[in-house]
Every structure is written in structure tokens, then in C-alpha cells.
């Protein structure tokens, strides 16, 4: 634990969502169950073991410590969550209070947070790096003026959407079968005055017809869960999304697969791919935030980017 003191003694105030500890990756021996995040003005401490009474006033008395000297005259905000597998989050309000609509930004961007219930909490810090890069690609696209069209799946809270829609996207499509989370991507958009954004609140493996007839796309956005009972289970669905890629992409068009599974590696995603599509050509994995760096990058979040042949003269 005493990794997790050193980190809480030496961070300085953010101002964007971020994380400030990332125990998770294995290099803080003692500490893999732990992790620390801003969601301003609001801590977070996150572990996925029980922690006793005595380790959580010793992260009270850091972050107390800590607070005195670069909180000015903000009050010190901060929750804890323990999480373990198979059993519901256990939440606690530690110090201050979270304000309610809680907003929180990345990039100049705009994004609702809700750190009192569930276990994500409206943005996944961990994909800052992909929306960069989704950024910057949707900015610097030779087709730019003429308007691209993304397709966002498994969108969540449609982070992605709002970032490619800034950046000067002209149409995207977000499905995912959580109404409550395509409800607070709708809020992310009017939060930064975004427009062109439809919300599907579907099951993608029933709703192909739906999907296709919105496209060609410029870009597809594949950001599912690793293993969701009932929705999605990256061992056996991960390649019905990939038969699709071909057909839904434009001459020339960019898929970003996303996948948070430690168990399986890269090779996973490229092996598959490279028989199911292999007319897609593997571009780059995208590097996480130096923050989330693990003892095994393999284990880590995988942000990998393909792009489909321009149309032969």
C-alpha cells in the first residue's frame, strides 16, 4: 500500500478526468488491487479486494495531507469503491460531497459522471489514447470537407461519438442495448453543442439491416465488453463483428477494435482477423496513457487499427 501513499503525496491537482494510481498493472507490487482516479472535483479509490478500517483512514489522512497543500480552498471530495468478482460494488462517500449533474472534462470536452453508482462511471479513463487518436484521425481525413460517417458500436456513453463529431465528423451512429448509457451519451452531446449524433438502443447482432443501411463508413468504432452474459462474449462474438468489417467500411475506411481482456493478447484479435478479413490491413496498436503502463502490455488494454484497401483504379 505504501506505493499508493508515495503516488497520493506527490500528485497534483487535475483538472481533466484521469488517473492518478494504477496499481491493476503489476509494477507497484502489494498494490494490484488498487487504483486512484479524478473525476474533478471528485476522488476516486477503487479496490478489487476488501480493504480494513485501518488502510482507509491511512488514504484519508494522505489524501487529507495531501489536499492541504494544493486544494487551496476546494474541500477534499472522495469515494471509495470495493469491487470484487461475482458481487455488487459497495460504494462509500468518504469526505466533501459529488456534485449532482456531475461533469467532468477531457481534452476542452464535456462528459456526465456518475461515481456514486455503478461500476463505470461514464467515461473508461483507460481510452483516453483511443479518443487522440480518433481525434486526429477524423480531423486529418483527406475526406474531411466532404463529411465522414462513423459508426460507434457498443458506444456506452458515447465518448467516441462526441469526440469524432468536435473533431468535424458529419453523421455517427451509437448502439448499444443500454438505454440508460445512450441516454447519458445524448447529455454528453448538448453538454458541448453536438450535433449530427442517432442513439440505437439495439442489440447489434439483430439489428445488421440497421446498421448497414446507414453506411458505408468512414470509420467503425469497436469498443465492446470483454464477457457480458447475454450480450457479448469476446471468445465467440468478436469474430461475427469482424465478418461484417468488409461489407460496412468505405474504400479506404479505418476500424479501431477495442478489447479489455487480460487473458487474451493481441494475436487474439490479429489471428482472427487475419482469417476472417484479411483484405483488412493491420495499421498500429494504439499506446495506452502512460499511467495505465503494465508489467505485460499484453495484459493491457488492446486498441488495435485496421484500414480496408482504396478502391483499385
Same mark, same amino acid.
Given at each position: 500500500? *505504501?506505493?499508493?501513499?508515495?503516488?497520493?503525496? *506527490?500528485?497534483?491537482?487535475?483538472?481533466?478526468? +484521469?488517473?492518478? &494510481?494504477?496499481?491493476? @498493472?503489476?509494477?507497484?507490487?502489494?498494490?494490484?488491487? =488498487?487504483?486512484?482516479?479524478?473525476?474533478?472535483?471528485?476522488?476516486?479509490?477503487?479496490?478489487?479486494?476488501?480493504?480494513?478500517? @485501518?488502510?482507509?483512514? #491511512?488514504?484519508?489522512?494522505?489524501?487529507?495531507?495531501?489536499?492541504?497543500?494544493? @486544494?487551496?480552498?476546494?474541500?477534499?471530495?472522495?469515494?471509495?469503491?470495493?469491487? *470484487?468478482?461475482?458481487?455488487?460494488?459497495?460504494?462509500?462517500?468518504?469526505?466533501?460531497?459529488?456534485?449532482?449533474?456531475?461533469?467532468?472534462?477531457?481534452?476542452? =470536452?464535456?462528459?456526465?459522471?456518475?461515481?456514486?453508482?455503478?461500476?463505470?462511471?461514464?467515461?473508461?479513463?483507460?481510452?483516453?489514447? @483511443?479518443?487522440?487518436?480518433?481525434?486526429?484521425? $477524423?480531423?486529418?481525413?483527406?475526406?474531411?470537407?466532404?463529411?465522414?460517417? $462513423?459508426?460507434?458500436?457498443?458506444?456506452?456513453?458515447?465518448?467516441?461519438?462526441?469526440?469524432?463529431?468536435?473533431?468535424?465528423?458529419?453523421?455517427?451512429?451509437?448502439?448499444?442495448?443500454?438505454?440508460?448509457?445512450?441516454?447519458?451519451?445524448?447529455?454528453?452531446?448538448?453538454?458541448?453543442?453536438?450535433?449530427?449524433?442517432?442513439?440505437?438502443?439495439?442489440?447489434?447482432?439483430? +439489428?445488421?439491416?440497421?446498421?448497414?443501411?446507414?453506411?458505408?463508413?468512414?470509420?467503425?468504432?469497436?469498443?465492446?465488453?470483454?464477457?457480458?452474459?447475454? +450480450? &457479448?462474449?469476446?471468445?465467440?462474438?468478436? #469474430?461475427?463483428?469482424?465478418?461484417?468489417?468488409?461489407?460496412?467500411?468505405?474504400?479506404?475506411?479505418?476500424?479501431?477494435?477495442?478489447?479489455?481482456?487480460?487473458?487474451?493478447?493481441?494475436?487474439?484479435?490479429?489471428?482472427?482477423?487475419?482469417?476472417?478479413?484479411?483484405?483488412?490491413?493491420? $495499421?498500429?496498436?494504439?499506446?495506452?496513457?502512460?499511467?495505465?503502463?503494465?508489467?505485460?502490455?499484453?495484459? +493491457?488494454?488492446?486498441? =488495435?487499427?485496421?484500414?480496408?484497401?482504396?478502391?483499385?483504379?
Amino acid at each position: 500500500m *505504501q506505493a499508493l501513499l508515495d503516488a497520493i503525496a *506527490q500528485f497534483e491537482m487535475p483538472t481533466d478526468a +484521469s488517473r492518478i &494510481f494504477h496499481g491493476r @498493472g503489476g509494477r507497484y507490487p502489494g498494490c494490484e488491487h =488498487l487504483v486512484l482516479d479524478a473525476f474533478p472535483p471528485v476522488l476516486v479509490l477503487t479496490s478489487f479486494q476488501p480493504l480494513e478500517e @485501518g488502510a482507509l483512514t #491511512a488514504v484519508d489522512e494522505a489524501l487529507q495531507a495531501r489536499w492541504a497543500h494544493i @486544494g487551496g480552498n476546494q474541500p477534499l471530495n472522495w469515494v471509495y469503491q470495493m469491487r *470484487q468478482p461475482g458481487a455488487k460494488a459497495e460504494t462509500r462517500l468518504m469526505a466533501g460531497c459529488v456534485p449532482e449533474p456531475h461533469t467532468v472534462t477531457e481534452a476542452g =470536452l464535456q462528459y456526465r459522471a456518475h461515481v456514486l453508482r455503478g461500476q463505470n462511471h461514464g467515461i473508461f479513463l483507460d481510452m483516453a489514447e @483511443g479518443r487522440r487518436w480518433v481525434r486526429e484521425h $477524423v480531423a486529418t481525413h483527406p475526406e474531411h470537407r466532404y463529411g465522414l460517417k $462513423v459508426l460507434n458500436l457498443f458506444a456506452y456513453t458515447c465518448a467516441f461519438s462526441v469526440v469524432a463529431l468536435d473533431a468535424g465528423a458529419r453523421q455517427v451512429l451509437n448502439m448499444d442495448m443500454a438505454q440508460g448509457a445512450l441516454a447519458t451519451g445524448q447529455q454528453n452531446h448538448q453538454l458541448n453543442g453536438l450535433t449530427g449524433a442517432s442513439f440505437l438502443a439495439h442489440d447489434i447482432f439483430s +439489428s445488421w439491416g440497421k446498421i448497414t443501411r446507414s453506411g458505408p463508413y468512414h470509420l467503425i468504432i469497436i469498443d465492446p465488453p470483454s464477457y457480458q452474459k447475454g +450480450s &457479448f462474449v469476446a471468445t465467440k462474438d468478436y #469474430a461475427k463483428l469482424m465478418r461484417r468489417l468488409p461489407a460496412l467500411l468505405r474504400p479506404g475506411g479505418h476500424v479501431l477494435l477495442c478489447l479489455n481482456a487480460p487473458e487474451l493478447n493481441t494475436a487474439f484479435l490479429k489471428d482472427q482477423m487475419a482469417d476472417i478479413a484479411p483484405e483488412l490491413e493491420f $495499421v498500429e496498436r494504439v499506446a495506452n496513457p502512460a499511467v495505465f503502463a503494465d508489467v505485460d502490455e499484453e495484459r +493491457s488494454l488492446k486498441v =488495435l487499427v485496421y484500414r480496408t484497401p482504396d478502391t483499385q483504379p
